[in-house]
């Protein structure tokens, strides 16, 4: 049966370049002559029947405004039974033949079992900034929010080194330390804790304190704020070293802002294929890039744990500073 009507919602947390998704799922679904319904706050949304036709000229001039247009929500109802039945009532009511589904692997969750459970056809679009979705090389989002995060520690550096001082800088990356490690390695910081290591900060001050004696008088630590507290680590590194350390939290700015050209792209060439997989009557599949080529995988294996760069990136700085 041919695809006559889809849905497209982002869920989870925001990331730069999910409005140029949407805009691409919009506008290549449009001209295979199928009609998007733009579904607000994600899977809150579709259980409350916030539900609007998208046109061509809804998705005019978004291709570089950060955030989502479709807004995005978290549900605790949709984890239940009766929030799924809801769910699915609304697309059916609708009669909408697939959805898209843009963001996490939150997101990707509700997909499989919507796509699983209910039969309701899902693809999943990578919207994320801790690029941790499996099939990929990277997500919507994820060079936008490195890319913000090391402009400001950029312009930290200027103090520290003026200043003569040991900064922390919070990042964001409560599961993941891909920012963590990206900005550390580009902003030339001194170290870098990400949750999926275990790290020895006793060693740490050792090195501050033997880098100290030998005049060096600034250091930057990055903290992916899964691995710790930027507030925690800068009070233990001054009760070991008794030197002045100072604190930056990035939080949320990461985030917002213009997206790259890079996510910008990524997105348009995702959506494309995300449409194009529905139109052809697939489900549970989510679409990536891998060496600059469209990769789709099974959405269960891209919620699957992702290997990291985290032994070449701390060989690296280890190298480098």
């Known amino acids: 049966m041919a695809t006559r009507r889809i849905g497209v919602l982002t869920s989870g947390g925001d990331a730069p370049g999910m409005n140029a998704a949407i805009r691409s799922v919009v506008r290549s679904a449009s001209h295979a002559n199928i009609e998007v ?191 710790g507290s930027a507030e925690s680590v800068a009070k233990q590194i001054t009760d070991l070293t008794s030197l002045e350390t100072r604190v930056a939290v990035l939080g949320h700015v990461q985030r917002g802002g213009v997206p790259t050209a890079k996510d910008r792209n990524l997105a348009s060439l995702l959506g494309i294929e995300a449409v194009r997989l529905l139109s052809e009557g697939q489900s549970g599949k989510a679409v990536g890039i891998i060496s600059d080529k469209i990769n789709v995988v099974d959405l269960e294996f891209a919620v699957t744990r992702k290997e990291s760069q985290i032994d070449t990136i701390y060989e690296a700085l280890k190298k480098l500073t």
């Open 37 to 227: 319904m733009g579904i607000f706050r994600g899977y809150a949304g579709l259980i409350n029947e916030e539900l609007k036709v998208l046109d061509h000229h809804s998705v005019s001039n978004i291709i570089g405004r950060g955030g989502t247009i479709l807004k995005t929500a978290r549900s605790l109802e949709f984890l239940t039974e009766e929030g799924q039945r809801r769910a699915v009532e609304i697309v059916r009511k609708y009669q909408i033949d697939g959805l898209i589904v843009i963001g996490g692997n939150g997101t990707y969750g509700g997909g499989i079992v919507l796509s699983k459970k209910w039969g309701i056809p899902c693809i999943g679009i990578p919207g994320t900034i801790d690029n941790d979705i499996n099939g990929t090389d990277s997500t919507i989002g994820s060079d936008t929010a490195v890319n913000t995060a090391l402009e400001a520690i950029d312009k930290i550096r200027d103090t520290v080194t003026s200043m003569e001082r040991i900064f922390v800088v919070e990042v964001m990356g409560r599961d993941s330390g891909y920012i963590a490690l990206q900005v550390a390695l580009g902003g030339g910081a001194e170290d870098v804790l990400v949750p999926e290591r275990k790290f020895d900060i006793v060693r740490m001050c050792h090195d501050i304190v033997e880098g100290n004696i030998r005049g060096k008088v600034s250091w930057i630590v990055v903290v992916a704020e899964g691995a």
